[in-house]
């Protein structure tokens, strides 16, 4: 691939092979027994199956230019480390932690760990079924929480993080004195993000 320029820290050249950098990056994770879409528990969970849901994911992303990747796991330590490494590849997560929602401290320190802004997702209404399920480790994190809209959560979970992050990518790139006078504390994670893919897909400073 051709390298990307970047000629100082705040100028970074562009040309069309090197759009998919500018582009959004949205991870989305299913949690423990979400493979089972579909066939499980239809009257809570509704009939559409993990790959359809994925697929429906994948088509509203293109609408939006937006590049997503979905992972399922039924591990608690799989769903940490996929989390940690989206720190560097991602600018937002979409997650249903499904059980360890209710379980999980090591997924909301994951979440708090790595800053990005995270959606939370439940196809079912959490806080109308059983008590357990009222309580989310996940939410305190979460920019948001989506619940009890079935698959169509998903869909506007994405429109949310889509809008999120296109209005924060839009105020960090506003030329004025008053946030330039904050960010030379430090640099803002959407920048150092864009300058670390820059870097990992070859670059010349
Ligand atoms: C769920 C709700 C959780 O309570 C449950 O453990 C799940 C799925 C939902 O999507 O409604 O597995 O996250």
């Not at 969970?45 to 509203?60: F, H």
């Not at 939370?120 to 009890?148: D, K, P, T």
């Not at 209005?167 to 030379?184: A, C, D, I, N, W």
């Amino acid at each position: 691939m051709p390298p990307c320029w970047t000629l100082s820290r705040e100028i970074v050249l562009m040309y069309p092979a090197c759009e998919h950098i500018d582009m959004l990056r949205i991870l989305v994770v299913h949690g423990p027994n979400l493979n089972l879409l579909g066939a499980r528990e239809q009257s809570i969970y509704g009939t559409l199956s993990l790959e359809a849901l994925d697929s429906a994911i994948t088509k509203l992303a293109k609408e939006l230019a937006v590049e997503v990747n979905q992972r399922q796991s039924n591990s608690e330590g799989e769903l940490v480390t996929w989390i940690q490494e989206a720190r560097t590849k991602y600018d937002g997560i979409i997650i249903n932690p499904a059980a360890y929602t209710h379980t999980s401290v090591a997924i909301r320190d994951a979440i708090a760990a790595v800053g990005l802004p995270t959606v939370e997702v439940h196809l079912s209404n959490i806080h109308q079924r059983e008590e357990f399920r009222h309580r989310s480790y996940i939410a305190g994190v979460a920019l948001g929480q989506i619940a009890g809209l079935g698959p169509t959560g998903y869909l506007l979970a994405l429109r949310g993080l889509h809008d999120h992050l296109t209005t924060s990518r839009r105020q960090e790139k506003r030329p004025t004195s008053v946030p330039s006078r904050r960010r030379t504390k430090g640099a803002s994670p959407l920048r150092s993000r864009l300058k670390d893919r820059v870097q990992s897909e070859g670059s010349i400073e």
